[in-house]
C-alpha cells in the first residue's frame, strides 16, 4: 500500500531532550515536507527537501532540523525542544505539483 | 504571493441537507487548486483538484467543487452530507507553472454534520 508512515504517533517528553520523529514514504517521491498544525493557524511548512541531500526552510523552521540523506526518509529533529514545540506534526510527500500531497497520519507531540 | 481565505471557520449542518464550503484565493500567476479532508485523529486526505479544462471537477466521498476563475474561488460542495462527512476541510493552492509544490493552505472550516 502506498503510504507515507510516521513515527511515534504520539510523544509526551521534558524540555531539552533531543528527539527525531522519523518519515518514511514507500511510493519513490522526490518531495517530502514537514507541517506542524496548531488551533487556529492551520498547517504551517517547517522544512521541506526536492530530492536527496536537497533541503530548505519553510515558513516556521526555528527550533528544527531535517536531513534527506535517502530518498524514502526524512526525519524531523528536535534538538532542544522547548514547550512551544508542543504541536501536531505532519509529513507529507509529492511525486509532482499536479499531484498534491499524501500525509502521514501524524505525531502529537507534547513538551513539559 | 498566493493566499487562500475560508470564509466560514465552522459549518453546522443536519444530515442529508446540501452544504457549501466556500475557499477564495488570490494569485498573480496560474494556480491548482486542492481540497483535503482531516478526519478526527487522521491525517489529511486529498478530496479533489483542480488543474485546468472543466471547471466543475468531482472528487471522493460525493463532493464536488467548481473553479470560478473571474471570482477567484473554488467552492466545495455536497448535496446530501451524512454523519461520517463530519471533518476539517482545507483548501489549498499552488503554483501552476514550473515544479512548486509548496501549497498555500486555509485555515480550515470544520463541518459538523447533526442528525
Known amino acids: 500500500e502506498a503510504q507515507v508512515t510516521q513515527n511515534p504517533r504520539y510523544l509526551i517528553t521534558v524540555t531539552g531532550k533531543k528527539l527525531t520523529v522519523t518519515c518514511s514514504q514507500n511510493?519513490?517521491?522526490?518531495?517530502m515536507s514537514w507541517y506542524r498544525q496548531d488551533p487556529g493557524l492551520g498547517l504551517r511548512q517547517i522544512y521541506y527537501?526536492?530530492?536527496?541531500?536537497?533541503?530548505d526552510k519553510g515558513d516556521v523552521p526555528e527550533g528544527y532540523k531535517v536531513s534527506r540523506k535517502e530518498k524514502r526518509n526524512f526525519p524531523l529533529i528536535l534538538e532542544s525542544p522547548s514547550p512551544n514545540q508542543t504541536s501536531l506534526y505532519f509529513c507529507?510527500?509529492?511525486?509532482?505539483?499536479?499531484?498534491?500531497?499524501?500525509f502521514g497520519s501524524g505525531t502529537r507531540l507534547t513538551v513539559v | 504571493a498566493q493566499s487562500v481565505t475560508q470564509l466560514d471557520s465552522q459549518v453546522p449542518v443536519f444530515e442529508e441537507a446540501p452544504v457549501e464550503l466556500r475557499c477564495n484565493y488570490s494569485s498573480s500567476v496560474s494556480v491548482y487548486l486542492f481540497w483535503y479532508v482531516q478526519y478526527p485523529n487522521q491525517g489529511l486526505q486529498l478530496l479533489l483538484k483542480y488543474l485546468s479544462g472543466s471547471t466543475l471537477v468531482k472528487g471522493i466521498n460525493g463532493f464536488e467543487a467548481e473553479f470560478n476563475k473571474s471570482q477567484t474561488s473554488f467552492h466545495l460542495r455536497k448535496p446530501s452530507v451524512h454523519i461520517s462527512d463530519t471533518a476539517e476541510y482545507f483548501c489549498a493552492v499552488s503554483e501552476a507553472a514550473g515544479n512548486n509544490r509548496k501549497l498555500i493552505w486555509g485555515l480550515g472550516t470544520s463541518l459538523a454534520v447533526n442528525p
Open positions: 527537501s526536492m530530492n536527496v541531500e536537497v533541503t
Open positions: 507529507a510527500s509529492s511525486l509532482l505539483a499536479n499531484y498534491g500531497y499524501t
Open positions: 511510493m519513490n517521491h522526490e518531495y
